[in-house]
């Protein structure tokens, strides 16, 4: 994958020249500078039809990218929870074609075999299929379930699928990253990340425009780093904005990021967002896992925000499906944000700018500003 380290536009440029100045009126003034509207207008460029939804790979979300930048008994099984593996699995058994009830949803994360039709199907054509067979959908799972074995029987039933889609064996994703270097000359050493992943589902037979998932979440990182590089707010320790590719494809892109990260992982924690644009509540996964970092969020909830926030304890078992899942691997203290609260759609092009809640992405922003201050300038480590 190729690696783009660049700064995000012109937040980022007048780095050097920012003064020493974290006091309580100067976090209030940069605080109160993160407005809905630049969140909102951002999540719009980032649904725009130039960028067909941001597929990593494609010419678009390469252009997008340059827009931005400007446990243990689980092991065993660990494979087959992969799309990918259950799909090379399929072909060898000798299976032309696989159906595949997961949504129906787009989905780019899966394989490429050549002649290999694979199409996702959602509960009515189930349904469909199982009509008239003598067998239960629901029984059938669960005997796989509790047996661990397969319950193979012939449907009798004839399914035509009808597909056109496109194998792009080029394309390339990147990372896009801008960095505030911290004052100490110690604390610098260690970086705070924010992560929001970039790319969606691009065209499937129409526009996927992506805008809670996770257009929603660049446009929060993206606000945080221009409240702090805007109003020179003091960081003794270094912020990156890490903005991933390929997160629908594998998530790659944390994981190219893993095998060659720019600073340190054991100098690193990460504050991830992952579908934030909806609703009146926020969470963060693994809270209970890393209760220092935990405790900076609810400190700055408590002071300025007022916003419900809830967490939890994430085992991270299965499949990886966040960036923060790689980071976690890969030993890094991480969280990783959502709201919640208002109607959703995942990987249809419901997706819209018609679903996002602009005050939400407002309050996590700010949010995010304080918890990152404040951690940025802890003299108590933060892991």
Not at 144 to 158: C, E, L, Q, R, Y
Not at 185 to 207: F, N
Not at 338 to 361: C, F, Q, R, V, W
Request: proline share 4%; hydrophobic share 40%; charged share 20%.
């Amino acid at each position: 994958m190729k690696k783009y380290i660049v700064f995000i536009g012109v937040l980022l440029i007048s780095i050097a020249a920012r003064a020493q100045d974290s006091g309580e009126e100067a976090l209030l003034k940069a605080l109160h500078s993160i407005s809905s509207h630049d969140l909102l207008e951002y999540v719009e460029i980032q649904c725009d039809q130039k960028y067909q939804g941001r597929l990593t790979g494609t010419r678009e979300y390469q252009e997008c990218a340059e827009w931005l930048a400007g446990e243990e008994k689980f092991k065993p099984w660990y494979e087959y929870s992969f799309h990918q593996h259950k799909i090379a699995n399929a072909v060898k058994h000798g299976a032309i074609g696989m159906i595949y009830n997961y949504g129906p949803i787009a989905n780019p994360n899966n394989d490429y075999f050549e002649n290999f039709v694979y199409v996702h199907i959602g509960d009515t054509v189930v349904r469909d299929i199982f009509a008239g067979t003598g067998y239960n959908h629901r029984a059938v799972v669960s005997r796989i379930d509790s047996t661990m074995k397969p319950a193979s029987f012939n449907t009798g039933k004839v399914v035509t699928v009808r597909m056109s889609t496109k194998h792009f064996t080029d394309g390339k994703g990147s990372n896009i990253i801008g960095m505030l270097e911290g004052t100490d000359p110690v604390l610098k050493g260690e970086t705070i990340i924010i992560g929001a992943h970039l790319d969606h589902m691009g065209m499937c037979y129409e526009l996927i425009p992506g805008a809670n998932d996770n257009a929603s979440a660049v446009a929060v990182m993206m606000g945080v780093a221009k409240a702090l590089a805007v109003n020179k707010i003091t960081l003794k320790r270094s912020v990156m904005f890490l903005s991933f590719g390929a997160e629908e494809q594998g998530i790659m892109g944390a994981y190219e990021y893993i095998k060659r990260p720019v600073v340190p992982l054991e100098k690193s924690v990460l504050l991830n967002m992952d579908g934030v644009g909806i609703g009146h509540s926020i969470r963060a996964a693994a809270g209970t896992n890393y209760p220092i970092l935990w405790s900076y969020v609810e400190d700055a909830n408590q002071k300025y925000i007022h916003r419900p926030l809830s967490t939890n304890y994430f085992s991270n078992l299965g499949r990886p499906r966040l960036d923060a899942a790689r980071f976690l691997s890969a030993g890094v203290p991480s969280l990783s944000f959502s709201t919640y609260g208002s109607a959703n759609y995942y990987h249809i092009p419901l997706d819209n700018l018609d679903i996002i809640k602009p005050e939400i992405m407002e309050d996590l922003c700010q949010l995010l500003f304080i918890t990152v201050v404040n951690m940025a300038n802890s003299p108590d480590p933060l892991r």
